[in-house]
């Protein structure tokens, strides 16, 4: 008995996790996937087997459009926050000397989001919107005629929101890699004759990777997923992944949105293996 | 093959803030000799090596490196190369490339590089290694490759920070000799930190011993060792009794001085002015048990403690005012004449054993 619960106690200890994780993770996807496969009409779905969900969504132009807009808005908005997370986390981790500095300005970056989302979004319309705040010092200084349209929106204006928005996604991780960079390899580095964008490429670059690489994950999973900045701020002109899937839902056609969720799900899953695939982050866990 | 460079540090001072790391050192490091500075943890002797190096500003004054002042020039301008404490080899690259790194810097094509590199490598006998990372090899190996990714630039001087405290003691002694091998083959000029007596003793023609910021002494390891300049290396370097007085007299070179509360001794040295603060050092390893011939050369003390060292035995000894006395026999001698803890015991020396220290103000 007594050796019965030594053996057992460590699958004890690991049931509650599954139970989470289960609960919260494996069912759920598993009854999108299920759900995915049913019959459905304006009034209700019915439990089948039919590959009809997937062959619509596959078969229209208008997903593959939607496919290609989301991975643009996801390109755009992580070369973006890229480069700035990168010389954001740069600058905290090589040019701050004092660690309490350090400390305070990166608590500074996160300030924005002590706000909601929703907030920090709508924020941008007096800001961007045709009477707002830069269109009108535009025009009154003189420098256009017209107030400008794209400001507000447009792809701009998603790009603009979601690079503010998953900014510090990129920063937190690059930040916490640089952090653990030896600082004498910066020296000897010098000390071999390389100067500052020297260090930055053969140095500071390739051992911050792994950090690199887990705010992609981030910002790539968010924006894919993503659906309140792109109808907020495109004005409903623009359309993600994500947001289709919605409407969808709105016309209770829930199985057509589980297939999307699931092609979905596959296509992030693609871009998590790749950018696995490039950089090692098992360094940085 | 001689290029090495004679190193002139021209009362340097290093401040940080209200602190003074390094006060107004002056020293001249010939061009190919071995130089240790040596000192405890904060003397700043890092932050010299590193002003000699290029990684450190400097407060004050100037640093020559053959006949060039370095003072304000870059790092690899300077025709030094620093090895870092940890090594600080890039994990990132294999053995080639981290050695071939500054050719990679100054523009060498590839096929270049790495063939420099290589041959780098082979004068280290790491080559077997050469397309491995840093992590995947031991403490002796990765001090080998630092070295090697040092000297490809072919300086003048290299500068060492702690380079063998990384190190097991076994692998210590190894690569200690590797290093003053090294060294006397390429005819450069060495500069090595470290806080081990043992290992600046071993390696060094000259020991700079440091504290506060300042040098104590800087002289050749057996003039340190034999005449330590002040009471500070006196008890840094170990190896000395350090004893202090008031001076009552003095004559042929021979100044006599009381301990509080004490006996009298005399050591040899400068006429000083009776009643004057004086410490003296006396060679521990040169005391004998026996009563002293001559008055101010001995004393009697209990012995407190002894300790069994194979070929020596050390007492350690209280009385005449001193806390503290160690003398160092041979085993042969201790055996002779056997003494227990609580024994009242006569010691004496020679004269030339005691001598006066100075300090550093004087």
Same mark, same amino acid.
Not at chain 1, 72 to 81: D, E, M, Q, R, Y
Not at chain 1, 178 to 207: H, T
């Given at each position: 008995?007594?050796?019965?619960?030594?053996?057992?106690?460590?699958?004890?200890?690991?049931?509650?996790?599954?139970?989470?994780?289960?609960?919260?993770?494996?069912? !759920?996807?598993?009854? =999108?996937?299920?759900?995915?496969?049913? *019959?459905? *009409?304006?009034?209700?779905?019915?439990?089948?087997?039919?590959?009809?969900?997937?062959?619509?969504?596959?078969?229209?132009?208008? #997903?593959?459009?939607?496919?290609?807009?989301? @991975?643009?808005? $996801?390109?755009?908005?992580?070369?973006?926050?890229?480069?700035?997370?990168?010389?954001?986390?740069?600058?905290?981790?090589?040019?701050?000397?004092?660690?309490?500095?350090?400390?305070?300005?990166?608590?500074?970056?996160?300030? !924005?989001?002590?706000?909601?989302?929703?907030?920090?979004?709508?924020?941008?319309?007096?800001?961007?919107?045709?009477?707002?705040?830069?269109?009108?010092?535009? &025009?009154?200084?003189?420098?256009?005629?017209? +107030?400008?349209?794209? =400001?507000?929106?447009?792809?701009?204006?998603?790009?603009?929101?979601?690079?503010?928005?998953? #900014?510090?996604?990129?920063?937190?991780?690059?930040?916490?890699?640089?952090?653990?960079? /030896?600082?004498?390899?910066?020296?000897?580095?010098?000390?071999?004759?390389?100067?500052?964008?020297?260090?930055?490429?053969?140095?500071?670059?390739? =051992?911050?990777?792994?950090? %690199?690489?887990?705010?992609?994950?981030?910002?790539?999973?968010?924006?894919?997923?993503?659906?309140?900045?792109?109808?907020?701020?495109?004005?409903?002109?623009?359309?993600?992944?994500?947001?289709?899937?919605?409407?969808?839902?709105?016309? =209770?056609?829930? +199985?057509?949105?589980?297939?999307?969720?699931?092609? @979905?799900?596959?296509?992030?899953?693609?871009?998590?293996?790749?950018?696995?695939?490039?950089?090692?982050?098992?360094?940085?866990? | 093959?001689s290029k090495a460079a004679e190193i002139d540090i021209a009362s340097v001072s290093k401040?940080?803030?209200?602190?003074?790391?390094v006060d107004a050192i002056s020293l001249k490091i010939p061009a190919g000799s071995y130089c240790c500075l040596l000192g405890?943890?904060?003397c700043g002797k890092t932050s010299t090596l590193r002003m000699i190096a290029g990684?450190?500003?400097v407060?004050i004054g100037d640093i020559v490196l053959g006949k060039e002042v370095v003072t /304000?020039l870059?790092?690899?301008?300077r025709g030094t190369?620093?090895?870092?404490?940890?090594?600080?080899?890039? +994990?990132?690259?294999?053995?080639?490339?981290?050695?071939?790194?500054?050719?990679?810097?100054?523009? %060498?094509?590839?096929?270049?590089?790495?063939?420099?590199?290589?041959?780098?490598?082979?004068?280290?006998?790491?080559?077997?290694?050469?397309?491995?990372?840093?992590?995947?090899?031991?403490?002796?190996?990765?001090?080998?490759?630092?070295?090697?990714?040092? @000297?490809?630039?072919?300086p003048e001087a290299l500068l060492l920070?702690? +380079?063998?405290?990384?190190?097991?003691?076994?692998?210590?002694?190894?690569?200690?000799?590797?290093?003053?091998?090294?060294q006397?083959?390429?005819g450069i000029t060495f500069v090595h930190v470290t806080?081990?007596?043992?290992?600046a003793?071993?390696l060094a023609d000259i020991v700079v011993v440091m504290s506060?910021g300042r040098i104590e002494q800087a002289a050749s390891p057996r003039e340190v060792?034999?005449r330590?300049a002040t009471?500070?290396v006196?008890?840094?370097?170990?190896?000395?009794?350090?004893?202090?007085?008031?001076?009552?007299?003095?004559?042929?070179?021979? &100044?006599?001085?009381? @301990?509080?509360?004490?006996?009298?001794?005399?050591?040899?040295?400068?006429?000083? $002015?009776?009643?004057?603060?004086?410490?003296?050092?006396?060679?521990?390893?040169?005391?004998?048990?026996?009563?002293?011939?001559?008055?101010?050369?001995?004393?009697?003390?209990?012995?407190?403690?002894?300790?069994?060292?194979?070929?020596?035995?050390?007492?350690?000894?209280?009385?005449?005012?001193?806390?503290?006395? #160690?003398?160092?026999?041979?085993?042969?001698?201790?055996?002779?004449?056997? %003494?227990?803890?609580?024994?009242?015991? !006569?010691?004496?020396? /020679?004269?030339?054993?005691?001598?006066?220290?100075g300090?550093l103000?004087?």
């Open positions: 008995m007594n050796n019965f619960l030594s053996r057992a106690t460590p699958y004890i200890q690991a049931t509650s996790l599954l139970l989470i994780l289960g609960f919260f993770l494996a069912i !759920p996807i598993l009854l =999108l996937l299920v759900v995915s496969f049913w *019959d459905y *009409d304006f009034v209700g779905m019915y439990p089948g087997f039919l590959t009809f969900n997937y062959a619509e969504t596959l078969g229209s132009w208008v #997903t593959w459009k939607t496919y290609g807009n989301t @991975l643009k808005f $996801a390109a755009l908005v992580w070369a973006i926050t890229a480069f700035i997370g990168f010389w954001v986390a740069y600058f905290l981790a090589f040019h701050v000397r004092s660690a309490t500095t350090q400390m305070i300005l990166f608590l500074v970056c996160t300030v !924005p989001f002590l706000t909601s989302n929703i907030i920090r979004m709508i924020s941008w319309i007096p800001v961007l919107g045709r009477n707002g705040l830069i269109n009108s010092g535009l &025009v009154g200084a003189g420098i256009v005629d017209q +107030p400008v349209e794209w =400001l507000l929106y447009s792809d701009f204006a998603v790009v603009l929101a979601m690079v503010h928005l998953y #900014t510090l996604f990129m920063v937190t991780p690059i930040f916490n890699t640089m952090m653990r960079i /030896d600082k004498s390899l910066v020296e000897a580095a010098r000390d071999a004759g390389a100067r500052d964008w020297q260090v930055i490429w053969n140095v500071i670059l390739p =051992l911050a990777k792994p950090g %690199v690489a887990i705010g992609s994950i981030f910002v790539v999973t968010l924006v894919m997923a993503d659906f309140s900045t792109v109808q907020v701020m495109s004005g409903g002109q623009s359309a993600s992944v994500a947001l289709m899937m919605r409407n969808q839902m709105s016309l =209770l056609q829930y +199985p057509a949105a589980a297939a999307n969720a699931i092609v @979905l799900l596959a296509l992030v899953l693609f871009m998590v293996a790749g950018i696995l695939r490039i950089v090692d982050i098992r360094k940085e866990l | 093959m401040i940080y803030g209200k602190t003074i790391a405890p943890s904060g990684h450190e500003t407060s /304000d870059p790092p690899a301008k190369a620093m090895m870092f404490q940890s090594y600080a080899l890039f +994990p990132h690259l294999d053995l080639i490339d981290n050695v071939a790194f500054s050719l990679k810097m100054s523009g %060498v094509d590839k096929d270049t590089r790495r063939a420099r590199a290589l041959n780098m490598l082979k004068l280290m006998q790491m080559e077997a290694y050469a397309s491995r990372k840093p992590a995947q090899l031991s403490g002796g190996q990765q001090q080998r490759v630092a070295l090697a990714r040092a @000297l490809i630039t072919d920070d702690e +380079p063998l405290s990384a190190l097991d003691p076994f692998l210590k002694i190894r690569m200690r000799a590797e290093l003053k091998k090294l006397k083959q390429l806080h081990s007596q043992e290992e003793m071993a506060d060792f034999e330590p009471a500070f006196a008890r840094f370097m170990g190896d000395h009794n350090v004893i202090g007085g008031k001076v009552t007299g003095s004559s042929d070179g021979l &100044v006599t001085f009381e @301990l509080v509360g004490g006996g009298t001794f005399s050591a040899s040295g400068q006429i000083k $002015a009776a009643g004057s603060d004086v410490d003296a050092a006396i060679r521990t390893d040169h005391v004998r048990i026996g009563e002293s011939p001559v008055k101010g050369l001995g004393f009697t003390g209990i012995i407190s403690n002894i300790e069994y060292r194979g070929a020596t035995v050390k007492l350690t000894i209280e009385g005449a005012g001193i806390a503290e006395f #160690t003398a160092i026999i041979t085993d042969k001698a201790y055996y002779a004449t056997p %003494v227990a803890v609580g024994d009242a015991v !006569p010691l004496h020396w /020679d004269p030339e054993d005691a001598i006066i220290l300090t103000n004087s």
